[in-house]
Protein backbone atom coordinates (compact mmCIF):
# COMPACT_ATOMS: atom_id res chain seq x y z
CA UNK A 1 0.00 0.00 0.00
CA UNK A 2 1.37 3.08 -0.77
CA UNK A 3 -0.16 5.30 1.53
CA UNK A 4 0.23 7.76 4.05
CA UNK A 5 -3.03 6.64 5.96
CA UNK A 6 -0.85 4.15 8.04
CA UNK A 7 1.65 7.01 9.53
CA UNK A 8 -0.97 9.32 10.63
CA UNK A 9 -2.99 6.53 12.47
CA UNK A 10 0.03 6.15 13.89
CA UNK A 11 0.64 9.47 14.50
CA UNK A 12 -2.53 10.24 15.98
CA UNK A 13 -1.99 7.20 18.65
CA UNK A 14 1.31 8.81 19.71
CA UNK A 15 -0.62 12.24 20.43
CA UNK A 16 -3.51 11.24 21.92
CA UNK A 17 -1.10 8.65 23.87
CA UNK A 18 1.31 11.55 25.12
CA UNK A 19 -1.48 14.02 26.00
CA UNK A 20 -2.93 11.62 27.98
CA UNK A 21 0.65 10.70 29.36
CA UNK A 22 1.12 14.50 30.57
CA UNK A 23 -2.35 14.79 32.26
CA UNK A 24 -2.43 11.28 33.91
CA UNK A 25 0.58 9.46 34.03
CA UNK A 26 -1.12 6.58 32.00
CA UNK A 27 2.21 3.94 32.44
CA UNK A 28 2.05 4.02 36.44
CA UNK A 29 -2.00 3.93 36.07
CA UNK A 30 -2.26 0.90 33.77
CA UNK A 31 1.08 0.12 32.22
CA UNK A 32 -1.04 -3.11 30.63
CA UNK A 33 -2.73 -0.67 28.87
CA UNK A 34 0.25 0.79 27.62
CA UNK A 35 1.72 -2.80 26.31
CA UNK A 36 -1.84 -3.13 24.24
CA UNK A 37 -1.51 0.69 23.01
CA UNK A 38 2.21 -0.18 21.40
CA UNK A 39 0.66 -3.60 20.13
CA UNK A 40 -2.11 -1.80 18.42
CA UNK A 41 -0.23 1.30 17.31
CA UNK A 42 3.51 0.31 16.28
CA UNK A 43 2.40 -1.44 13.32
CA UNK A 44 1.22 1.36 11.59
CA UNK A 45 4.74 2.89 11.95
CA UNK A 46 6.54 -1.15 11.47
CA UNK A 47 4.92 -1.40 8.40
CA UNK A 48 6.85 1.08 6.58
CA UNK A 49 10.18 -0.84 6.80
CA UNK A 50 10.47 -3.76 4.20
CA UNK A 51 13.61 -5.75 4.84
CA UNK A 52 15.39 -4.33 1.44
CA UNK A 53 15.32 -1.05 3.43
CA UNK A 54 17.94 -2.78 5.63
CA UNK A 55 20.55 -2.86 2.71
CA UNK A 56 22.51 0.19 1.13
CA UNK A 57 21.37 0.70 -2.44
CA UNK A 58 23.20 3.85 -2.98
CA UNK A 59 22.07 7.79 -2.62
CA UNK A 60 19.73 7.70 -5.49
CA UNK A 61 17.41 4.79 -3.60
CA UNK A 62 16.56 6.77 -0.42
CA UNK A 63 12.90 6.76 0.01
CA UNK A 64 13.00 10.25 -1.23
CA UNK A 65 12.36 11.29 -4.36
CA UNK A 66 14.38 14.54 -5.92
CA UNK A 67 10.91 16.21 -5.22
CA UNK A 68 11.52 15.22 -1.28
CA UNK A 69 7.76 13.30 -2.12
CA UNK A 70 7.19 10.40 0.38
CA UNK A 71 7.18 6.68 -1.30
CA UNK A 72 7.81 4.50 0.89
CA UNK A 73 5.46 1.50 1.12
CA UNK A 74 3.87 0.31 3.84
CA UNK A 75 2.77 -3.89 3.89
CA UNK A 76 1.46 -6.39 6.41
CA UNK A 77 4.42 -8.61 7.00
CA UNK A 78 6.67 -6.62 7.90
CA UNK A 79 4.51 -4.88 10.03
CA UNK A 80 3.21 -7.99 11.91
CA UNK A 81 7.12 -9.96 12.23
CA UNK A 82 8.67 -6.31 13.45
CA UNK A 83 6.27 -5.81 16.36
CA UNK A 84 5.95 -9.53 17.23
CA UNK A 85 9.66 -9.93 17.51
CA UNK A 86 10.26 -6.93 19.43
CA UNK A 87 7.47 -7.85 21.59
CA UNK A 88 9.11 -11.32 22.23
CA UNK A 89 12.21 -10.28 22.60
CA UNK A 90 11.44 -7.50 25.31
CA UNK A 91 9.23 -9.33 27.20
CA UNK A 92 10.54 -13.25 26.83
CA UNK A 93 14.15 -12.83 26.36
CA UNK A 94 15.36 -9.24 27.55
CA UNK A 95 12.81 -8.18 30.84
CA UNK A 96 13.35 -11.29 32.87
CA UNK A 97 17.12 -10.96 32.47
CA UNK A 98 17.18 -6.98 33.48
CA UNK A 99 14.34 -7.26 36.07
CA UNK A 100 15.13 -11.11 37.50
CA UNK A 101 11.12 -11.44 37.50
CA UNK A 102 10.62 -14.70 35.81
CA UNK A 103 8.56 -15.12 32.51
CA UNK A 104 5.65 -17.05 33.99
CA UNK A 105 4.97 -13.75 36.43
CA UNK A 106 5.35 -11.73 34.17
CA UNK A 107 3.67 -13.25 31.00
CA UNK A 108 0.78 -10.53 31.01
CA UNK A 109 2.84 -7.58 29.04
CA UNK A 110 3.64 -9.95 26.28
CA UNK A 111 0.12 -10.98 26.46
CA UNK A 112 -1.53 -7.37 26.54
CA UNK A 113 1.18 -6.28 23.31
CA UNK A 114 -0.45 -9.44 21.30
CA UNK A 115 -3.88 -8.70 22.23
CA UNK A 116 -2.74 -5.18 20.70
CA UNK A 117 -1.66 -6.77 17.75
CA UNK A 118 -4.67 -8.96 17.00
CA UNK A 119 -6.69 -5.66 17.58
CA UNK A 120 -4.53 -4.08 14.78
CA UNK A 121 -5.38 -7.02 12.81
CA UNK A 122 -8.61 -6.80 12.84
CA UNK A 123 -8.48 -2.95 12.11
CA UNK A 124 -6.23 -3.61 8.92
CA UNK A 125 -8.83 -6.35 7.96
CA UNK A 126 -12.27 -4.02 8.05
CA UNK A 127 -10.25 -0.87 7.14
CA UNK A 128 -6.93 -0.87 5.32
CA UNK A 129 -7.66 -4.06 3.17
CA UNK A 130 -10.93 -3.09 1.97
CA UNK A 131 -9.55 0.52 1.06
CA UNK A 132 -6.71 -1.51 -1.06
CA UNK A 133 -8.89 -3.55 -2.46
CA UNK A 134 -11.23 -1.14 -4.12
CA UNK A 135 -8.53 1.80 -4.99
Known amino acids: MNSKEPMHVFLAICVLFFSIQLTVDLIKLNYNLCHFIFGFGAPYFTGYFPCSL ?5 INKLPFDRTFIWNWKWSLKPALLIVFLASFI ?13 FKDDWHNFAF ?8 CIFYYFFFRDRKRHA
Open 54 to 58: FKWHG
Open 113 to 120: DMTGLLVF
Open 90 to 102: NEVIDDPIQNKIP
